[in-house]
């Protein structure tokens, strides 16, 4: 894989660390976040 393929899939994983860590914040718990999370869909412009 490229350099530049990896650090996509570093930063989306990164991404959605970060929306379950806000999610927990907000009361929900960790198995429910990471099910939230799981569903979010890229913004396409």
Do not use: C, I, K
Not at 13 to 32: C, I, S, T, Y
């Amino acid at each position: 894989m490229s350099a530049g393929f990896d650090r996509v899939r570093g930063l989306q994983h990164a991404m959605d660390q970060g929306r379950q860590r806000r999610l927990v914040r907000l009361g929900f718990r960790p198995d429910e976040a990471a099910a939230l999370s799981a569903l979010h869909t890229r913004n396409v412009m």
